[in-house]
Nanobody, 124 residues
């Protein structure tokens, strides 16, 4: 029933920008904190950021702070990841995830639902 569908990934040159979207269905979107994670080949899944239920509070990994911005539109059941000043090390599959608990931030295994991921490739 629950679906999270990411879109907006692609190939971009270093220094460029990309905006990812995650459309949710089958859940009461405003009840969930929404997270973004990424995973590069051969690497563990990495926390990128999280946004609270009403979009007022965000948390970011140090590696993306100042470059990435999470926002949400509860009327559209959609969360966004705006990525600026992209670097080759940002190359990964990006996933959105939903969690009910206010205390869960960086631990991916504790999130309740996951999307299928979208590939972001940043060339040097």
């Amino acid at each position: 029933q629950v679906q999270l569908v990411e879109s907006g990934g692609g190939l971009v040159q270093a220094g460029g920008s990309l905006r990812l979207s995650c459309a949710a269905s089958g859940l009461t979107f405003s009840n969930y904190y929404m997270g973004w994670f990424r995973q590069a080949p051969g690497k563990e899944r990495e926390f990128v950021g999280r946004i609270d239920r009403n979009g007022g509070i965000t948390n970011y990994a140090d590696s993306v702070k100042g470059r990435f911005t999470i926002s949400r539109d509860n009327a559209k059941n959609t969360v966004y990841l705006q990525m600026n000043s992209l670097k080759p090390e940002d190359t990964a599959v990006y996933y959105c995830a939903a969690v009910r608990s206010s205390t869960v931030v960086v631990t991916g295994r504790l999130y309740n639902y996951w999307g299928q991921g979208t590939q972001v490739t940043v060339s040097a």
